[in-house]
């Protein structure tokens, strides 16, 4: 998971497709009325062509399409005219898990599919690849899309498979981002995580390993590090700034849990730059060197420092270049008509905040999933509104002795105040020109939990003196709570 990368304001730059243009004349399949007549009000093409299976095609296998699918089995507009096209050998599934559960060592319990398919993560039915070729869904598996051609609605396959489309949404999230070959970014024991095959690669390392390096100090070197934990390897993370994930915690929070790592027996080396990653006689990697001449024996490294949006055979359409991905409107609809991106992959405008933003997030991808296909196949024509929201659980096995969750919602500008002594709960409250812009709490209950993304949503005029004064984080979250209500 990461932070949002966020640009100008939404009113700035943002390339909307006219709906009276002229590549409209297409002609709608019969049997789209009236939903079809809806659609096309709206600019959304459709196309007649011999496979009636692929009115609507989706690429990229990942949380956003299994959410997608499920929008459009809801709407009764899947069956025999839905198909998803994938690079991997499995169907869509809750992409989070591999940095966490999936990790745990054999004994403890790991998450395996088919228990983490989409949709269960938010809640839903667990969608097997049973569950599409039920619900008459057309799955491409290992075959990733490799060209398309805009005018004539044809994607083609790294087989060669050509694939016409009506409407097409673009769900490839990202990839990994990576370190050069040249200093040792492909040797044998060099991790990257995005999709199950990474994890098993690195679930066989894990096995044998006695000392891992972990290089990044966001969200995959928090959760792989606790993950490493539990195979009781020596672990040490290494990151170039001066705390753990600096886009979002305080220093005070940061170094909070940073004390737990460290009580887990994790290593920190802080402010420090990578070198080269160098290999024994067998090729694989034994030690990271760093900058200053220091170097740390590692026989396992898992390098997690952020992801590029998956552009692929789509960089002919709109791309916003502050922030990377594909430039949509506030219903996911790119310049060019019929076309759509969902995702880590869409740079969308960001209601809320007004300003343009682009999110990693399993929540963001269920969400614009959602949106984005009520908004092609109905009257649906409200904007896209997300509240950032960010989570992480790490910890959680068998014999662990403290388990961590939190939860952030809203915005992390302004001044904070931080409230509790975590043990086992905290909170940090971000206060701007006396208004509650985020909050961010650790342990929390169900209800207070429930209660978050209200505080950041309303932004509710707050005494900070009165906030900092609380006791508890419970009495810090009443004090939120009664704000709301003044």
């Not at 799955?139 to 498979?161: C, H, R, S, W």
């Not at 909170?427 to 709490?441: C, E, H, M, N, P």
Request: net charge neutral; proline share 5%.
């Amino acid at each position: 998971m990461a932070l949002a990368s966020t640009t100008l304001p939404a009113k700035t730059g943002l390339s909307l497709w006219c709906p009276t243009s002229p590549s409209l004349a297409r002609r709608l399949p019969a049997r789209f009325s009236p939903i079809g007549s809806r659609i096309a009000s709206r600019g959304v093409v459709t196309a007649s062509f011999a496979n009636e299976n692929r009115e609507f095609v989706i690429i990229g296998g990942g949380n956003a399409a299994g959410y997608a699918a499920r929008t459009f089995v809801e709407n009764g507009m899947a069956d025999g005219r839905l198909c998803i096209v994938t690079k991997e050998a499995y169907a869509p599934y809750e992409r989070p898990a591999l940095t966490k559960a999936y990790l745990f060592p054999p004994e403890k319990k790991p998450a395996r599919l088919p228990g983490f398919h989409t949709c269960v993560g938010g809640g839903g039915e667990r969608q097997t690849p049973d569950w599409y070729k039920e619900k008459g869904i057309e799955m491409i598996y290992e075959d990733p899309v490799t060209g398309a051609d805009f005018e004539k609605q044809t994607l083609t396959t790294n087989t060669g498979k050509q694939l016409k489309y009506g409407s097409l949404i673009i769900a490839t999230g990202c990839t990994a981002s990576r370190f050069p070959d040249k200093i040792g970014g492909n040797l044998p024991g060099v991790h990257y995580i995005r999709e199950v095959a990474d994890a098993d690669s690195l679930i066989s390392s894990l096995g044998k390993s006695k000392k891992v390096v972990i290089v990044g100090g966001g969200y995959i070197g928090m959760e792989v590090a606790a993950a490493a934990v539990a195979w009781n390897l020596d672990t040490t993370i290494v990151f170039p700034e001066d705390q753990l994930l600096q886009r979002l915690f305080t220093p005070s929070l940061a170094q909070r849990y940073e004390e737990l790592y460290r009580q887990n027996g994790v290593k920190f080396v802080k402010g420090a730059s990578i070198n080269n990653l160098e290999a024994g006689s067998d090729g694989r990697v034994t030690a990271v060197k760093l900058a200053d001449g220091s170097t740390i024996e590692a026989d396992t490294v898992v390098i997690g420092i952020g992801a590029k949006p998956a552009i692929g055979p789509f960089e002919t359409l709109s791309m916003n270049k502050s922030i990377g991905g594909i430039q949509v409107d506030g219903l996911f609809r790119t310049s060019t008509p019929g076309i759509f991106a969902i995702g880590d992959v869409a740079a969308f405008p960001l209601k809320i905040y007004d300003r343009m933003t682009r999110v990693e997030h399993v929540d963001h991808a269920r969400r614009s999933a959602q949106h984005c296909v009520k908004s092609l196949l109905t009257a649906h024509t409200d904007t896209y509104d997300y509240l950032p929201y960010f989570y992480s659980r790490v910890f959680e096995y068998e014999g662990s002795s403290r388990k961590v969750w939190w939860q952030f919602y809203g915005d992390n500008v302004g001044e904070t105040v931080e409230v509790g002594n975590f043990d086992p709960k905290i909170a940090t409250f971000w206060i701007d020109s006396g208004r509650l812009k985020g909050v961010l709490v650790e342990s929390g209950s169900p209800e207070e939990f429930q209660l978050l993304p209200k505080l950041a949503r309303s932004q509710p005029i707050v005494d900070k003196a009165k906030l900092a004064s609380a006791s508890s984080v419970e009495e810090a979250i009443e004090i939120a709570q009664a704000a709301l209500q003044s």
